[in-house]
């Protein structure tokens, strides 16, 4: 018996994660890894949760805490995420706010949501691989994202519909310091944007893990924030927001959220329900009393700690890379993206740079959807101190020059 024999034919578009592969390389002796794009545990606040898990198991709490709960989430951090939304200008009620398991599982009930075999996801070249991982099973054609104007609405009405018979059902992206590459898109290209998906009467998919994570430059509204702006009304916008506590907080207690129109939310709670019926109430209850008791102190700290170690690998970088190497300068988040020569592989610097100066990073190609950007590279500064990073660079630099011979 071979019970693969009768898998569904869209688990042949589950790939592994080459990320998580490669997290596994934070346990060998030696290796310095800018590999994950993970959060420095030694920034976590850890006595904040230990004292609010706590008090949670006090008294008549513990039993809510520990119970089945309401799928659309925990209502005081709900009411605490309408206040937060409103500062960054999104006005909106709890009925427009889901709560999930990350943002990930966010991404994955909205490529259940929008896409039927063949539809087309609009996504940049490159972008962040848990979309494509999430998106892939519902056999998605995926397109190039443009917002600087090169390609009209029509076109990619008929490219979608030529290619696989399907409709462009949205466009995801990650607008401020995005996974891989750490670039934002700018006030211009979020108005750009709007105009391109009224056009194609498409939803927007805005991920907005790393938004706290500015250390530079003037704050830009979320693309939701301008929607509202022009429309009047939440109800009125077809973006879709997705924030998370990981990249702030605290990512192993997997508590994202959703901001969108209410029957958007409808739809989502079904989902949930069908899915894991709720995310954990303990969790969410921990969550709610950390962030209402230091979240912008917390987070000031972390941007701090962050801003110093970004600064080191910028400059590292300037000393140590050869000729030819390009990258982006991020005003925040945790990425820098690199584009090597012509020629230079970056799945085989890879394998040489761990074989001969135990250094490690994400090959690019990952990130697109197509497969290409063999010659990218992606660098995560977040759990590296200023030292490692230097050295870190150091190697990379000589293994690139072996490289390029």
């Known amino acids: 018996m071979d019970l693969t024999e009768m898998f569904a034919e869209r688990t042949a578009r589950m790939k592994a994660s080459e990320i998580r592969e490669l997290l596994k390389l934070l346990d060998q002796p030696g290796i310095i890894s800018f590999a994950g794009g993970i959060p420095d545990p030694a920034l976590f606040p850890s006595d904040a949760f230990a004292k609010a898990f706590a008090q949670t198991m006090e008294g008549d709490q513990a039993g809510s805490a520990l119970q089945y709960s309401v799928s659309e989430g925990y209502l005081p951090l709900r009411e605490w995420l309408v206040g937060e939304m409103a500062k960054v200008g999104v006005p909106c009620s709890v009925d427009n706010i889901l709560i999930t398991s990350g943002s990930q599982q966010a991404l994955d009930y909205l490529g259940k949501l929008f896409l039927s075999p063949g539809d087309t996801a609009l996504v940049n070249w490159p972008t962040y691989m848990g979309a494509l991982g999430a998106f892939n099973p519902y056999e998605p054609r995926y397109d190039q994202l443009s917002i600087n104007g090169n390609r009209s609405a029509e076109d990619f009405k008929d490219s979608a519909k030529a290619e696989t018979g399907g409709r462009v059902k949205f466009a995801y ?5 995005s996974n ?19 056009d194609l009467d498409c939803a927007v998919i805005e991920d907005a893990a790393y938004q706290a994570l500015r250390y530079d430059g003037a704050d830009i509204p979320p693309i939701l924030a301008f929607e509202i702006a022009r429309k009047g009304d939440i109800e009125a916008c077809r973006t879709i927001y997705c924030g998370s506590f990981s ?77 030819g190497v390009e990258w982006t300068r991020p005003e925040g988040g945790m990425f820098v993206w ?36 063999r010659n990218t590279i992606r660098l995560s500064f977040s759990c590296a101190d200023e030292a490692t990073i230097e050295e870190g660079m150091r190697r990379l630099g000589l293994a690139l020059q072996a490289a390029i011979g």
């Open 173 to 177: 992206l990650s607008s401020d310091f």
């Open 247 to 323: 990249k702030t907080l605290s990512p192993g207690l997997r508590v994202g959220w959703i901001v969108a129109a209410k029957p958007v939310i409808s739809q989502l709670v079904l989902m949930k329900q069908a899915s894991d019926l709720h995310s954990p109430t303990l969790n969410q209850i921990a969550i709610n009393a950390v962030a209402r008791a230091c979240f912008e102190d917390h987070v000031s700290d972390v941007r701090k700690a962050y801003r110093g170690r970004r600064d080191a690998m910028l400059a590292a970088l300037e000393r140590y890379m050869p000729k």
């Open 338 to 373: 690199l584009t090597l020569p012509v020629g230079v592989d970056g799945a085989d610097l890879l394998a040489l740079a761990l074989e001969t100066q135990k250094v490690a990073f994400v090959p690019g190609h990952a990130f697109f959807a197509d497969g290409s950007g």
């Open 180 to 198: 891989p590459t750490g670039e934002t898109v700018d006030r211009r290209g979020r108005e750009s944007l709007l105009d391109l998906v009224d």
